[in-house]
């Protein structure tokens, strides 16, 4: 409820306007008072015969003095201060719809764009602190697997801190279970709080529902005592809404990359085939290459494009004949021609597919040299493509620990001295020392029980 102050609500111009007809058209005098009996307005011979009340919505905020002809002037001051407080409450209400409206805008802009669930949990959370009094708040997701709900996002540290619940305990086991909003003023009151182990006073919770099917729930809370009203509900429960559509699109999306790598990395598999001797190649230099690009700090565009180019950077040797692919003696410098054109020819394959363009420069650049001495265009240092620089590293590495029909493959000890020896001519300097500080090493070393090589 707005409060009111009769003192002040005489002076605005158009309720001092009336109330200057009415004294005009008034046969007495009166004494016009606060609520508290202090004078506001008077006229001459005035005298308190009578006391009249004003008031709002039975709240005595002022009086009117003098005889009994006074009285229609504080019905009439009554009348027009709860129409003030009318318009006022209205202005009220408006200014929440607006913030209200801006608020949910804001959040199907930001949203709708984003691909990742946890971002767009991150999202929510950053939206939920801006409208609503709030100290924690908890984003889970349920994983059919293990019928348990996951934490994926939060905010505050009072509570579910724990990365899986039960599906069934407390307040998210509940809403998840009824797939209705649920607010609790008082948590100690509640029996499903009675340990009060949460540490928050008052809490809510929303499912996240995409289709009818309740997939998750976000809670908030606050520490300090507040009353959640049901207009909180509403508002938390459609921001919950327009996540979960959100979550769901993301998920859709995930599933169609993933079907997209599955079909990309067998199309590289059934390639690599042709060569029995290379087994599993496409899959370690896919390894390095993300463990060098996870060491460099790449964008995340700049991964997925690594991953991609390295699954697929061999592609261009379905167009080299067995002849000249699986020879296991010297090849001839026409041969070796033959070979080198496996970089354009993976160029030529890719390009024509839209969803893989993105791996054309780490496809065709992979055997370029880092001074320039490399195929098929003679590129040096940072006019290679990053992907193809790290992918060089990778390929040549594996190669050179890989055994062949035709020789042993080089100890790890002598593959690194190679890419050291040959760090800055042929490799980025910057990219062989990602490599060797890269987790991949770890790797290597526990597989082969060695004692730690100095890089
Ligand atoms: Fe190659």
């Not at 609790?184 to 006073?201: C, I, K, M, W, Y």
């Not at 599993?280 to 991609?308: C, P, W």
């Not at 040096?380 to 620089?389: C, N, P, Y």
């Amino acid at each position: 409820m707005v409060q009111i102050s009769l003192a002040k609500l005489i002076k605005k111009r158009e309720f001092a306007q009336i109330l200057d007809l009415m004294v005009d058209s008034l046969e007495s005098s009166m004494i016009i008072e606060d609520d508290e009996g202090k004078p506001l307005m008077a006229t001459v011979g005035a005298e308190r015969l009578g006391r009249y009340p004003v008031s709002v919505a039975g709240d005595v905020i002022g009086w009117v003095n003098g005889d009994e002809k006074v009285a229609p002037m504080a019905a009439l001051l009554s009348f027009l201060a709860e129409s003030e407080v009318e318009k006022r409450n209205l202005a009220g209400e408006t200014l929440n719809k607006y913030k209200e409206i801006t608020l949910l805008y804001d959040i199907v802009e930001k949203v709708s764009s984003c691909l990742d669930t946890k971002e767009i949990a991150r999202l929510v959370i950053e939206e939920a602190q801006r409208a609503i009094r709030l100290s924690s708040v908890s984003v889970f997701l349920l994983n059919r697997d293990t019928d348990e709900l996951e934490l994926i996002a939060h905010h505050g540290h009072e509570f579910d801190t724990m990365r899986a619940v039960s599906r069934s305990t407390g307040l998210a086991g509940s809403v998840l279970a009824s797939g209705r909003a649920e607010i609790v003023n008082d948590v100690h009151a509640d029996p499903r709080f009675v340990d009060g182990s949460t540490g928050l006073s008052s809490l809510m919770c929303a499912p996240l529902k995409a289709k009818d099917r309740v997939v998750g729930v976000i809670k908030l809370g606050s520490g300090q005592p507040v009353t959640y009203t049901a207009e909180d509900l509403k508002l938390f429960t459609t921001l919950a809404s327009l996540a979960a559509v959100a979550m769901e699109n993301a998920g859709l999306y995930e599933q169609l990359k993933e079907a997209f790598y599955t079909t990309v990395y067998t199309l590289a598999e059934t390639i690599e085939k042709r060569d029995p001797y290379t087994g599993n190649h496409t899959k370690r230099v896919m390894e390095y290459s993300s463990a060098i690009g996870k060491t460099l700090g790449l964008t995340e565009e700049d991964m997925s494009r690594l991953k991609l180019a390295a699954v697929l950077h061999d592609i261009g040797k379905i167009g080299v004949r067995d002849s000249v692919l699986l020879k296991e003696s010297s090849l001839t410098d026409e041969e070796f021609e033959q070979i080198k054109k496996h970089a354009v020819y993976g160029e030529e394959i890719i390009a024509g597919i839209s969803q893989l363009r993105s791996a054309i420069s780490g496809v065709k650049q992979h055997h370029e040299k880092y001074d320039g001495r490399g195929y098929p265009d003679g590129l040096r240092g940072e006019e290679i493509d990053i992907t193809a620089r790290i992918i060089a590293v990778a390929d040549s590495f594996d190669a050179m620990t890989t055994n062949r029909p035709y020789r042993q493959g080089l100890s790890l000890e002598a593959a690194f001295e190679e890419l050291r020896k040959y760090s800055g001519s042929q490799f980025d300097p910057g990219i062989v020392e990602a490599f060797f500080a890269s987790d991949v090493m770890e790797a290597f070393f526990a597989a082969n029980s060695r004692k730690k090589i100095i890089l």
